[in-house]
């Protein structure tokens, strides 16, 4: 709707004394069809003219000349109501489409910008669960948002390699681990002899100041330690690469805790060089006031923390990268983590206190609560992408057998299933993870999506043509729910921006699923194919602008769009 928000615009802004930009931003969209496709507030105006809003409503639409976009005004309370012409809208929308392919929606607002995008980030030596599906599907997708707004964005898996966790792993590898080489399902082995270790450890304590001593080992650089630690480094991030090309996710960097050890001395240096750090009880903290614990930077006897780290890391970050902003996905329950770094960074008086962002959402639960890795209660990305993709090879054999591609459709939908089905809802409500409503393709699904853009390209082929572009007439796209569809196209570059400030994918998954309802209407009541010659290629115009944004929606959400289902 932004290009028809800026024609009205720039008619009625000299009528109030308004630049155009002022009221494209007070335009809305209204609540039902029924009282047009934009609406202008005029309660603003009450303040400075005197007036009630429908008497400076009816006012305006008595003065203003209209532009050719706008077919019919109307004054409804204090509202002044827009009916987009039907011929302009067509032809606007679709030449946009096709002028701009699968850039279309993008923008040019974060050129010669950066943004840092911190998310995945799995521990080394632990399986790869569903539980951090989320902040990996979540983002890529922010990732594409901005990308697609322009910006340069910075991609880093800020990889778990370091902490005590790892001298326990050591522990347990040694005394179970019989020294296998673990080039057989290295993860499945680092697992179990993990949650073996924990469950020893509650019956013999003394295995914890085993794990303890080996960690220090490895904070010393010792040899043995130092390999092992490589050795389950290696094999780890190996795995987790196989899962992300199965994804189709990459970053443009790898750098977990280990990589910032040798500059926290530095970082520490810097904090206390601001003036914001006191000792308390000998530890090295910076005090946050009343309302939250202090940030401990430093433990008495030297030991740094994941603060420490992560501030190293940021400073690492401004330093290398002068991005905009650093944004970090990662669960609510680290919220308390990230308001404490916010505030040191204030306290130092640095403006990476404002670019720093968390984008929180809500957690991966079992039926029964809350996933464990300690205990072995974890479902497995791996186990739930490849289940998906079974399934949905079953459904290609029992509908389509003679599909094409079968296997790759397959991993297409199969892994598109799951990846969407995170990214649906707001980002903050917890995911109950339910394998029949993660591999359930009807309704609000990816695989609906995916269907829906398979249909748009069938049409396309069964027409012959390899061109849509613009008849002169377009009466055949003047039914309602033609209409319909042309309006919601003219939303999507509006949606990519709307999804990427709010960080919330799922402001472009609902659109898409509103698309696809829409077209799939318009595709049960307009004939496409058969018509007479103009309204044929119109409606083909029409299906290959909806195939071309379904597409490029996909995408943005981290999904493919298969050709044939």
């Not at 009221?23 to 069809?33: G, N």
């Not at 720093?356 to 957690?363: I, K, N, Q, R, S």
């Not at 609000?444 to 613009?470: I, N, W």
């Amino acid at each position: 709707m932004q290009i028809f928000k800026e024609q009205i615009a720039c008619s009625l802004a000299p009528l109030i004394d308004w630049e155009p930009e002022r009221v494209v931003a007070a335009l809305e969209l209204p609540p039902d069809a029924k009282l047009g496709d934009l609406a202008f507030p005029c309660f603003q105006l009450a303040p400075k003219l005197r007036k009630a809003p429908p008497v400076i409503a009816a006012d305006l639409a008595e003065r203003w000349e209209k532009p050719a976009v706008v077919d019919q005004v109307q004054v409804v309370g204090g509202y002044l109501n827009f009916f987009l012409n039907p011929a302009v809208l067509a032809q606007q929308v679709l030449e946009a489409v096709q002028r701009a392919g699968d850039t279309y929606g993008n923008s040019q607002q974060g050129a010669g910008k950066t943004i840092v995008v911190d998310f995945s980030s799995p521990n080394i030596a632990k399986p790869f669960g569903v539980g951090h599906m989320p902040t990996t599907v979540l983002g890529n997708a922010i990732s594409h948002l901005y990308q697609a707004l322009g910006y340069e964005v910075v991609r880093i898996n800020h990889l778990g390699d370091w902490g005590t966790q790892f001298g326990a792993m050591m522990v347990a590898y040694l005394k179970w681990g019989e020294n296998d080489p673990l080039t057989e399902d290295p993860i499945g082995k680092l697992y179990r002899l993990y949650v073996k270790f924990h469950r020893e450890e509650e019956a013999t304590p003394a295995l914890r100041d085993e794990a303890r001593a080996w960690f220090n080992r490895l904070e010393s650089g010792d040899e043995e330690a130092t390999r092992l630690w490589r050795l389950f480094y290696d094999v780890s991030l190996k795995n987790f690469k196989r899962t992300y090309r199965r994804l189709g996710i990459e970053f443009d960097h790898y750098t977990g805790e280990s990589f910032y050890i040798d500059k926290i001395d530095e970082a520490i240096g810097r904090i206390k060089a601001a003036g914001v750090t006191e000792v308390s009880d000998g530890a090295l903290v910076v005090p946050l006031g009343d309302d939250l614990p202090p940030c401990l930077l430093q433990k008495s006897d030297g030991a740094t923390l994941y603060a420490t780290r992560d501030l190293a890391a940021l400073f690492y970050r401004e330093q290398t990268f002068r991005p905009e902003r650093i944004i970090y996905v990662v669960a609510m329950d680290q919220a308390l983590h990230f308001q404490q770094l916010k505030l040191v960074l204030k306290k130092m008086g640095l403006p990476l206190a404002d670019a720093l962002e968390h984008v929180a959402f809500g957690l991966v639960k079992l039926p029964k609560g809350k996933m464990s890795t300690r205990r072995g209660q974890m479902v497995l990305l791996d186990d739930v992408l490849q289940e998906a993709t079974s399934r949905v090879q079953e459904i290609i054999a029992e509908k389509n057998p003679a599909l094409p591609n079968k296997e790759q459709v397959a991993e297409q939908v199969g892994v598109g299933a799951v990846i969407f089905h995170n990214l649906k809802n707001s980002r903050m409500r917890d995911i109950i993870f339910d394998w029949n409503e993660v591999l359930n393709f009807e309704g609000e699904t990816g695989p609906y999506l995916q269907y829906t853009h398979a249909r748009c390209v069938s049409v396309l082929h069964k027409s012959g043509k390899q061109e849509f572009d613009l008849p002169q007439d377009l009466a055949g796209l003047s039914a309602e729910a033609a209409q319909q569809v042309l309006k919601r196209l003219s939303q999507f570059p509006e949606t990519i921006d709307k999804a990427a400030q709010a960080y919330e994918p799922s402001t472009m998954s609902r659109y898409l699923l509103d698309l696809a309802q829409d077209f799939n209407r318009f595709y049960n009541t307009c004939r496409i194919i058969g018509e007479a010659a103009s309204v044929e290629a119109s409606r083909l115009a029409l299906v290959n602008a909806v195939a071309v944004v379904l597409r490029r929606g996909l995408y943005l959400l981290g999904l493919t769009a298969p050709e044939q289902m």
